[in-house]
């Protein structure tokens, strides 16, 4: 018998992208499951709340415990899979509601604290007590917890709790492995950054440092992807330095595994981050990472082995980073073969990563 899960997560689009589709296939061998989320679209396994533009998050949360005990007195699962501390807390709340005692296992991907202080509007800080006291109501009353990285499972056991289970989240990328990493740049070195463009990945602060690199650097090009709120940055930084800065809003992942091979490293200069995908994604291109000694990131990029690190928020260590790679070929080469040899370690089939989850599930839902 298949156990029964029910997955709790943020948000999900269908149709289901294809690397995405291949993960739930691997997990339907496994389980049987239905995932509830917010998303355009519905069916029998994914039940999608259309998002509300203005109100998208509190009205996400603010239902999620009814939904959730719709789901349990429908699906009876054995237990509830919830990727946040906050979605843990509604599915503790919806099991009271239910009265329907069903397993509910927390999957903490990265900081709870971080969403109401470095997401989206600043309003959202006065939210930080009560966000706070949820996640840890949550998280310590969960009946098993499941992190993704020495970071998560170091900030888990902060609050003297132990997790059941760690290994990385699924992340497809063939897209990244079906060729071989290309040759360095050398004539016009260049620094990649991708992600959305929010507080929380300091766009602002790798702009200014961009304002300080560029001039040591001539030849140096810096090309951002993604889009966000502070897209206004990118204007002026556009404005400011236009021969040195490339910005696309979007690009699919084979034109990202493109672009690495186009650049000479990644710069990752968050302020907040968890395992941080797209680092995994430069290993795959050989690339060396620049990035923040924050999170989740130290646990992936060595210093001054496969890539370099600088203390959150220093505009001109950041600087001074960036100029050491894009100015030193042999360095960036260097850096850029041990990236690509770390990357084995963080790729794993969606076969393995369903057994995994099974197993997690057997184990905390006492099914052995």
């Not at 009265?99 to 309003?123: E, F, K, M, N, Q």
């Amino acid at each position: 018998m298949k156990p029964r899960v029910l997955f709790v997560s943020r948000r999900v689009e269908l149709p289901l992208a294809d690397s995405v589709a291949r993960k739930w296939e691997a997990i339907g061998n496994e389980l049987d499951y239905r995932v509830l989320a917010a998303g355009n679209g519905s069916d029998e396994r994914f039940r999608l709340a259309r998002p509300l533009p203005a109100l998208d998050g509190p009205a996400f949360f603010a239902s999620l415990p009814l939904r959730i005990a719709r789901e349990l007195r429908a699906f009876h699962p054995h237990a509830v899979l919830a990727q946040g501390a906050h979605e843990t807390a509604a599915a503790l709340a919806a099991r009271r509601l239910s009265r329907i005692d069903t397993a509910v296992i927390a999957d903490v991907h990265g900081d709870w604290r971080a969403p109401t202080r470095l997401y989206g509007s600043r309003v959202r800080g006065a939210l930080n007590p009560v966000a706070d006291r949820v996640a840890l109501g949550g998280l310590r009353n969960a009946d098993g917890i499941r992190t993704v990285t020495g970071y998560t499972t170091r900030i888990v056991r902060e609050l003297g709790l132990e997790p059941a289970d760690e290994f990385p989240a699924f992340m497809d990328f063939d897209s990244f492995l079906r060729t071989p990493p290309q040759p360095l740049p050398q004539s016009f070195p260049q620094a990649l950054f991708v992600g959305v463009l929010e507080r929380y990945k300091n766009v602002d602060g790798l702009a200014d440092a961009w304002r300080l690199a560029a001039p040591r650097v001539p030849e140096a090009r810096l090309r951002l992807v993604g889009n966000g709120t502070l897209r206004n940055v990118v204007d002026d930084l556009l404005r400011d330095l236009p021969e040195q800065t490339r910005w696309d809003e979007r690009l699919t992942q084979p034109q990202v595994a493109a672009a690495l091979d186009e650049s000479t490293a990644l710069v990752l200069p968050s302020r907040s981050e968890g395992m941080g995908r797209v680092i995994v994604e430069a290993f795959c291109r050989g690339r060396a990472v620049v990035a923040s000694r924050v999170g989740g990131i130290p646990d992936l990029v060595a210093d001054g082995s496969n890539g370099l690190l600088v203390e959150p928020g220093d505009t001109a260590a950041l600087a001074e980073a960036l100029v050491s790679v894009l100015g030193n070929h042999a360095l960036a080469q260097r850096l850029g073969a041990a990236a690509h040899a770390s990357a084995d370690f963080w790729t794993s089939s969606p076969e393995e990563f369903a057994a995994r989850i099974r197993a997690l599930v057997e184990q905390i839902a006492g099914l052995r």
